[in-house]
C-alpha cells in the first residue's frame, strides 16, 4: 500500500504564504514525477505545478514566478512553496506522484497516487 499524507494548508492573508508538503510511505521502488494540483468549488482540477525525479520543474501560468515546487527524494516528499497568495488560489490542493511499487515480467509497476487534499483559504 501507498499512502500520501498532505500537510500545510491554513488561511492566510492575501499576499502571505504557505508551504504544502507531500510525504509518500509504503511500498515505494521509486517515484517518478511528483505535482500539485488543486480545485476550488465549482471548477476542474488543475495543474499547479510539477517536478521530475531529476528537478525539471513545470508550473501553471497563473503560479509561475509566485509558487516554487521542490522534493526531497530521500524523504520521497514533495513541497510547494506558495508566496504573494491571492484570492484566486484559494481551493483544495493535492499532492500527485507516480510511483513505481515493483517490478514485473514486462517492467516497472507504475501507479498514479492521490492524496486527500489540503484546504488554502486567502482573505483579501
Known amino acids: 500500500q501507498v499512502q500520501l499524507v498532505e500537510s500545510g494548508g491554513g488561511l492566510v492573508q492575501a499576499g502571505g504564504s504557505l508551504r504544502l508538503s507531500c510525504a509518500a510511505s509504503g511500498s515505494i521502488f521509486s517515484i517518478n514525477a511528483m505535482g500539485w494540483y488543486r480545485q476550488a468549488p465549482g471548477k476542474q482540477r488543475e495543474l499547479v505545478a510539477t517536478?521530475?525525479?531529476?528537478?525539471?520543474?513545470n508550473y501553471a501560468d497563473s503560479v509561475k514566478g509566485r509558487f516554487a515546487v521542490s522534493r526531497d527524494n530521500a524523504k520521497n516528499t514533495v513541497y510547494l512553496q506558495m508566496n504573494s497568495l491571492k484570492p484566486e488560489d484559494a481551493a483544495v490542493y493535492y499532492c500527485?506522484?507516480?510511483?513505481?511499487?515493483?517490478?514485473?515480467?514486462?517492467?516497472?509497476?507504475?501507479?498514479?497516487?492521490w492524496g486527500q487534499g489540503t484546504q488554502v483559504t486567502v482573505s483579501s
Open positions: 517536478i521530475t525525479s531529476d528537478g525539471s520543474t
Open positions: 500527485n506522484a507516480a510511483i513505481i511499487t515493483g517490478w514485473g515480467k514486462f517492467g516497472a509497476h507504475e501507479f498514479d497516487f
